[in-house]
């Protein structure tokens, strides 16, 4: 299985390689000029508090998670779309080393891209105004958990994005999908608390909120672990050739 | 010779649309087998059916002895296909999607090298082996398909409609190297429109429509059994005013003289109303000299739209 991850890992990021040096170039540029001013410019005005508080946990997580929506929902929408899908199905290549193969293409840079706006934030608060005394870092168990949780947002978006991406006939149409997809996990818990009963909501915030915040980076961090090996596995065990709608 | 495809009774059915309905399909190892039928016929959703790409609701199918509802990765390990669409990559170019391809089909090295070499001559594409496949006219995409299919020396080639957009010259070769690749043994399965194809290259062929096949067998078996009733009836000495007298005595009769004014007369006739040993009577009793009686060699377009006009024979 591993030969067919690297050959497909390989192929997607050629093609990768290749918009970023050819027709696309401006528009990837634009959109990386704009990822950076933004996480800079926020970093910069916010101080500190922006990579010292669970602030960090939330900004860069979702940050990568939303550089990997792009090249996930293109996946097999895109392959299905180029009339490539049937190639790529008619050939020897495991089931598994194909889900496998463009989840990592996507996640991989992701990741990487992450780090690389976590690693300039931490710099930025550094020169923010009036600051002074020494270099700020963020306490080891929010660095860590929120590198951690850089790499498993965009594997958990990634695997709800193989399986919307495996059933939309086009690229758009999956994007459409995979943002009604967020939009409904990031509001139904907003949407609970609201409508729960006041008493079971003020006792949730009182819990919340005197709880350690170690504890919580430790829960939130084992909550996307879960979803995001959860959503794989379902991603991967749903991945079929048999059963994957061509043209 | 031993079976490369065999299939049996095989049916699938898409919502209340029934594409495949109980086809019985058997191709010889090392053939070049023409697959033939009208657009939406169930050509290529049987291609599917053999690479595991569909799943079947009845029947049984057999690829190189292996079931593709439980051992197509070792179907697709021996087969090149070119489906559809060429499927290349258009952000690779040339060479990165015969490389791409030759990975897939675990070749690498000196060896992934060399093949991709033979592959850039054969099909003459040397000279645009870094252009993006994307910048490549129809036929050149459909020439980096066909190539990419046999890369990996496979021993099943499937093509769907492969000379396709090809021009006359990338054709002619094309069908060269088929009629080579099977020499040395490879089993191509090709559908196709284009009869007079079928005709130069093809050892047999079968003929499906609505899901069902109509005819299949040896080409000239096809041209026999599907053809028409029509008969040519060579006479030496043409009485005078034959032909008014034979297209009054039945209009399906069509005279035609032959190479002079004094040339034997052919006189073509379709059996229906009368048989063809009614008309030497009448031509006899008129005082022709019938000199031959055979049936018309019929061609493998009249076979063909003879069998998808509903009739059904199967050799």
């Known amino acids: ?247 | 010779m031993t079976e490369m495809i065999r299939i049996e009774g095989l049916s699938i059915n898409f919502g209340e649309t029934a594409a495949l309905r109980g086809l019985d399909l058997e191709v010889d190892t090392g053939s070049v087998f023409g697959f033939l039928g009208p657009n939406g016929a169930g050509k290529t959703t049987t291609i599917r059916l053999m690479l595991g790409l569909l799943t079947p609701d009845a029947g049984s199918c057999r690829v190189m002895g292996f079931d593709p509802r439980t051992e197509s990765h070792r179907i697709r390990a021996e087969t090149g296909a070119l489906l559809e669409h060429p499927g290349v990559y258009e952000r690779l170019t040339v060479e990165e999607n015969l490389r791409l391809f030759g990975r897939v089909n675990r070749l690498d090295g000196v060896a992934l090298d060399i093949r991709v070499g033979e592959i850039l001559d054969r099909f003459d594409l040397r000279h645009r082996r870094d252009d993006l496949s994307g910048r490549l006219s129809k036929g050149m995409k459909q020439k980096l398909g066909v190539a990419r299919a046999i890369l990996h020396e496979p021993k099943l080639l499937v093509l769907d409609e492969p000379t396709s957009g090809l021009d006359p010259a990338s054709a002619a070769r094309l069908r060269a190297d088929l009629t080579t690749l099977a020499a040395e043994g490879v089993t191509v399965f090709l559908t196709t429109h284009d009869l007079d194809e079928v005709d130069r290259i093809c050892d047999r062929a079968a003929v499906i429509d609505s899901g069902m096949l109509k005819a299949a067998g040896s080409l000239s078996e096809l041209r026999e059994r599907t053809g028409s009733r029509k008969h040519r009836i060579r006479i030496r000495e043409s009485p005078p005013a034959l032909e008014d007298a034979l297209t009054g005595w039945d209009p399906r009769v069509s005279v035609e003289v032959t190479p002079g004014r004094d040339g034997p007369v052919v006189v073509f006739f379709e059996e229906g109303r009368h048989s063809v040993s009614d008309l030497v009577a009448f031509l006899v009793d008129r005082g022709a000299h019938v000199e031959e009686v055979g049936p018309v060699g019929r061609d493998l377009e009249t076979a063909y739209l003879s069998s998808i006009s509903g009739g059904v024979d199967v050799a």
């Open chain 1, 1 to 247: 299985m591993w030969h067919d991850v690297r050959v497909v890992f390989w192929k997607e990021w050629k093609a990768l390689a290749d918009q970023i040096g050819g027709d696309s170039r401006a528009g990837l540029a634009i959109v990386a000029a704009l990822f950076i001013g933004l996480s800079t410019f926020a970093a910069f005005f916010a101080g500190p508090g922006w990579v010292e508080s669970p602030l960090a946990l939330v900004n860069y997580p979702l940050l990568a998670a939303s550089i990997a929506i792009q090249p996930i929902v293109d996946s097999f929408a895109g392959e299905r779309e180029r009339h490539t899908l049937e190639t790529l199905l008619a050939s020897r290549l495991s089931d598994r080393g194909i889900v496998v193969g463009k989840t990592l293409a996507a996640v991989v840079p992701a990741f990487g891209a992450g780090l690389v706006l976590f690693a300039l934030g931490v710099v930025v608060v550094n020169l923010s105004p009036g600051r002074s005394g020494p270099f700020v870092v963020p306490p080891p168990l929010l660095l860590w958990s929120t590198v951690a949780l850089i790499g498993l947002l965009p594997l958990l978006v990634a695997g709800a994005g193989v399986l919307v991406s495996l059933r939309a006939s086009t690229v758009r149409r999956a994007q459409q999908m995979l943002g009604f997809a967020i939009v409904a996990v990031v509001l139904i818990p907003f949407v609970v608390v609201m409508a729960a009963p006041a008493w079971l909501r003020e006792e949730f915030i009182t819990t919340v909120s005197s709880a350690a915040p170690g504890r919580l980076v430790l829960l939130a961090l084992s909550a996307a672990v879960a979803l995001a090996f959860i959503l794989q596995g379902i991603a991967i065990s749903r991945f079929r050739r048999g059963r994957v709608p061509l043209d």
